[in-house]
């Protein structure tokens, strides 16, 4: 949590944090602006003092509404700088840092940086600080960062913002159940009001739209397929494909609050009409792990364990997994899960890669996804949901949503 | 455009670029990847040969939509770099980015970087990397970058799906005059139909849904500001303040396609009923700005050349101007317009900083937006269209819309 920071930065020998672009669709920096529209701006925070934020001129009213210490660029000379460096942005930008951090005192020891921006960007104009301070350590963390690890529990704020946007996303869940059910069948395929055949680009659309009503963003979009794509974890479905009775569709849904703030993830896997033997299996085997595995977490467990124990499950049903063949297309080929916070993919992780020790504690948030896929005979299933561990340690579903594959069609035509 | 990228690279003396980060909301990977659902990927190009897009293994099928060569991360072992560097990711990262290049030929020259990343993660990345591989020079790029200088001038597809985006934006500023002008006004406040004051948040909420039902992203916002808020750029709007006649609005909207595309960008100023003559004033002096820069601009024009007139223009009628005091909230307080395109702001500059000699040439898209602002008298006015060059040298809106001020309201309660 945010009142873990000066601790961690103790714990890693940080002096001060820079965090650098906008405030929006920027974790980082929405992390301690708290979600406004500020296009451009830097915070920097010394460990055991409250963060200041460099905003420009035209954006005062908005940097005021996080309520944190001011400081106007207007207060440094940016033009002279270009024209002392000749044009050259990166010396300009360079140098425009060390009058920053030269005015909050910070010179020597060691500041960490964060926050989005172009890599080319951010490794020049780094580098040249670097130079221009040889006191300072910057530090750029990959992976355990510093953030990250703060961002590993949730307060109670943060707890309620990710369940609505729970409420919302199992809302519109419900709402493309019932959309999909009041559609007419003929020969097996879903047949719009207009007399065309239903087609998932229409479907995404609705979902969108839904969302929209809601009042959030879905930024990284939708993953609506059937069929062979619904069996590659990552595909996203094919606008132009019909919807047909028993076949599978995996329906990933992953909207944030409006400006990138908080994301909730959840899947659920359909079929619509009836389900066939062989898709029935893998469901069953699907559930069957989500379920002992949601059963076996406590508080203290280390994530990767649960990867690992559902690896097993997996291959004791007969199933290849990515620990029997890194390589396979075929089983369960991806990872339990992740966090979900101001990313949609964040810490706690489930990767055994031996840089982290993350277990479950109060205040986490993360999914848990077992799914099996089998491309070549055109089937995929994957359930998850968004779970947390309350303050007692009780760990499940910020929101309930029904695990059902099949979805009966009434109006179906011979 | 993306056919001048040899070019440039061979006048930046660049043997190859690379670029970072997901296909989405990252204007640089957009640019050669064209907008597919890819979470994580590199894009290596050398110089006068095709790109190669190393990307996961689960996301191969929606790679393979970039029509791009393919080479899957799982061809590395990044689990391995992991172990061999004691679970350092930056370290493992480094490593692995010194085995994409070997394998692409490139130890030796200049390679230039992009994409979005945490900036930390760059710095410390590429400085590991340029360690491993001293004889390659990285290369970052600020302001100037190849990338941006490309991207300057529009191919005709481009083009077409700015306009696209033009059509829905006005679309959507239409139907917002329409849906305030039916409705009722009491004591000089719009009331809706549940009998409560309408509010600027469900104005901007509406707009978000109308956009959403076009199929568009807004992750930018939109900023719907009325009275002292309008008076202030980049003050998005308080979402509680009512619609009251005769106090000025400004309306700045700014939706991009889904999934992180093509932006445009426009600006009305309303008035609802009628306008008090100190804002018609204010108003007639934008607008005559507005037109006479749109009638002195022509090809091969400096950008910055017009804000200088801009200026003039404004000071000639009494108002500051940035020029004449840096640091005024008073008058034209911003600069002329901007590029438009993958990014919201983007090359060319109207920024006379001497690091550019960006000119109106044909294929560039850009806005044009003069505004007076007067945050003590609680009035701002701005006028914004996206022009852009004809392959033939004329210069105009891409998308026509009324320039108006009053919205005439018919349901006037005394």
Known sequence: MKSDLDALMQARNLDAILITGPAFHNPAMYYLTGGVHVSEADLIKKRGSAPILYHKTMERDEAARTGLALQDY??????????????????????????????????????????????????A?????????????????????????ARLTKSADEIERIRRMGQITTAVVGQTAEYLANHTVEAGVLIAPDGYPLTIGTV???????LAERGVENPEGTIFSIGRDAAVPHSVGNPSDLL?????????????????????????????????????????????????????????????????????????????TLRTNPRTTDGFVHGLGHGVGLNIHERPSYGNNATHDDCLSPGAVFTLEPGLYYPERGIGVRLEDTLWVDPEGGIRPLVEYPLDLVIPMSKVKK
């Open 244 to 320: 047909r009775l028993g076949q599978t569709i995996v329906f990933d849904i992953y909207p944030c609050e409006a400006g990138g703030g908080y994301f909730y993830d959840l899947t659920r896997t359909w079929c619509l009409g009836y389900a066939p033997d062989e898709t029935l299996q893998l469901y069953e085997d699907v559930l069957a792990v989500f379920r002992q595995i949601l059963s076996e977490m406590q508080p203290g467990g280390f994530y990767p364990h649960y990867h690992s124990r559902a690896c097993d499950l997996f291959e004791e049903l007969g199933h290849p």
């Open 125 to 149: 104009i780094f580098s040249a600080l670097q130079t221009l301070l040889p006191d300072l350590t910057l530090v750029g963390e990959a992976g355990d960062s510093l953030l990250l690890l």
């Open 204 to 210: 995404k659309k609705r979902i969108n739209l839904w």
């Open 74 to 123: 207007a207060g440094f000379d940016y033009s002279g700088l270009i024209k002392q460096y000749r044009g050259n942005a990166v010396l300009a930008s360079a140098a425009l840092y060390q009058m920053m951090l030269t005015e909050q005192g910070i010179t020597s020891g060691r500041l960490a940086i964060y926050g989005q921006s172009d890599a080319g960007n951010a490794y």
